[in-house]
């Protein structure tokens, strides 16, 4: 009797514990429906105030059509390539420099336009608002671009600016004299209209921005904190529109950066007394150093996703999915386990979930019959939002886990603070509405730049920065460096 009565109990415990996993599997299936039926972090959103309603038409007339993207071209087909931080193309910043004053002569003349060139190459304007009691905001871009060759796999010259089939092709299209060329071209007619703003805000344009802004960013932001400049927000380059890019969403997405990645530059080391390849010990300074790179390949970074500002990005563009994206979209809460398995299958996805590990220098050796004494890799990080520079470096120790792999930080920085974007955010919203009243079919989302960009030197001067540039990209648009009908200087 004992032993049936045992039996009874465990199954009357194994139907209570069934039916209790059913009812909340139950409920949570349930939640997790109304919440895709009913989810939109926009639904009665109150878009920022805007201080002027009376805005200028953006419209532009053929002839000025023509105009600027002659203009555009120009300034493509001048080579400010930055190698180094001391190998810049000085003749061709000048050659640039020069174009900007003949292009915008309305900009370099106006009563209103304050100008300064700093650290020889670098601009920054000024245009200050009727009302002082504004705190003025920052349009960042920059000049210069990285190198380019025929041989890497252009159709043309990369600073040909030719035109095949409506598309503009060379370096610098989408990085980043698209928007030098698109704010002060939009400057440049504002002001032939009558311009005055009611807010102040500035214009920095950096020329070195591709090899870590020391000589433009730094400078320009020196001579704003001499001036005791403090800003509302700033927008730079960054995330762009997207249309057809994202699978499966309805629509194009405008994605905002509100923070971006940090990165460190780690070097391992191993040394060893060097040797004849006759006589080879049991472990090489190379073969060390190997074992040591192929664990950190083979252990990546712990997924993050949901710990730093991209799961909002998934939220925003929920409700543009179909069924039954959106019902995992929409439902984070459930899911975002699930999410960050699938999207660690691809690169391009990786790089959002976690800090990502490349490994993209590895030095040994002299001779083919000389074991050598030292052996060295680079390790290039870009650190998720939610890291730090000593948690990664934490972690490459523990991972690599010999005592003979030294390591050392080249240099590195932490991710950059998160901006606000919630509807009391006058940067955010300042910027969404300008996209809706200029693409309204677009669906604009928070993001995080995976690249860096010179607003990283900026901090000091505002809370909250923004990483957005109106580029409207296709597939295939990356390759193709700019489609002529995609550009647009409504911004």
């Not at 600073?159 to 440049?188: C, H, P, W």
């Not at 030095?363 to 074991?371: A, E, I, R, T």
């Not at 870009?382 to 000593?390: F, G, M, N």
């Amino acid at each position: 009797m004992t032993d049936r009565s045992g039996e009874c109990n465990i199954m009357k415990l194994v139907k209570i514990v069934s039916l209790s996993l059913l009812f909340v599997v139950i409920v949570c299936f349930v939640a997790a429906t109304l919440r895709t039926l009913t989810f939109d972090v926009n639904s009665g959103l109150q878009l920022a105030h805007w201080e002027k309603t009376n805005n200028i038409a953006s419209d532009i007339n053929q002839h000025q059509r023509k105009e600027l993207l002659a203009n555009f071209r120009e300034a493509i087909q001048i080579p400010t390539v930055s190698t180094s931080k001391t190998q810049l193309n000085i003749t061709a910043l000048g050659e640039f420099d020069s174009l900007l004053r003949r292009v915008f002569p309305t900009v370099f003349s106006s009563h209103l336009v304050q100008h300064e060139v700093v650290a020889n190459y670098s601009h920054l304007f000024w245009v200050p608002g009727s009302d002082l009691a504004l705190v003025p905001y920052m349009l960042l871009a920059h000049i210069d671009v990285v190198p380019a060759d025929e041989n890497d796999g252009w159709e043309v010259s990369p600073f040909s600016a030719k035109e095949i089939d409506g598309f503009i092709y060379g370096r610098g299209t989408i990085d980043n004299k698209q928007s030098v060329m698109g704010i002060l071209q939009a400057l440049e007619y504002l002001l032939i209209r009558g311009y005055s703003p009611q807010r102040g805000f500035f214009i920095g344009l950096g020329h070195d921005e591709e090899v870590g802004g020391l000589q433009g960013a730094m400078n320009i932001v020196k001579v704003l904190k001499r001036k005791g400049v403090q800003l509302a927000f700033i927008l730079d380059e960054g995330l762009a529109v997207l249309d057809g890019v994202i699978s499966g969403l309805q629509g194009p997405a405008a994605l905002i950066g509100i923070s971006e990645k940090g990165q460190a530059t780690v070097k391992l080391s191993v040394f060893k007394a060097p040797g004849h390849s006759s006589m080879p010990p049991r472990e090489s300074s190379i073969g060390i150093l190997a074992g040591a790179v192929k664990r950190l390949e083979d252990n990546p970074m712990p997924i993050l996703f949901g710990e730093g500002p991209e799961r909002r990005t998934f939220e925003h563009l929920a409700h543009r999915f179909g069924l039954p994206i959106k019902f995992v979209m929409s439902n984070m809460w459930l899911f975002s386990p699930l999410i960050g398995r699938v999207m660690e299958r691809s690169p391009d996805t990786n790089a959002f979930l976690r800090t990502t590990t490349a490994v993209t220098m590895f030095n040994s050796g002299v001779k083919v019959n000389v074991l050598p004494s030292l052996a060295e890799a680079y390790v290039n990080l870009r650190i998720h939002p939610a890291q730090t520079v000593e948690e990664v470096l934490e972690f490459i120790q523990s991972t690599v886990g010999d005592e003979r792999v030294k390591m050392e930080l080249v240099n590195g920085f932490d991710p950059l603070p998160v901006s606000s974007y919630d509807e009391t955010s006058f940067g955010f919203q300042t910027i969404k509405k300008t996209l809706l009243d200029q693409f309204p079919q677009v669906t604009v989302a928070p993001g995080v730049c995976i690249g860096n960009t010179d607003s990283r030197h900026y901090t000091d001067l505002a809370k909250d920065i923004y990483r957005f540039a109106p580029t409207w990209i296709r597939p295939g648009d990356t390759q193709r460096r700019l489609k002529l009908q995609s550009y647009d200087l409504a911004m």
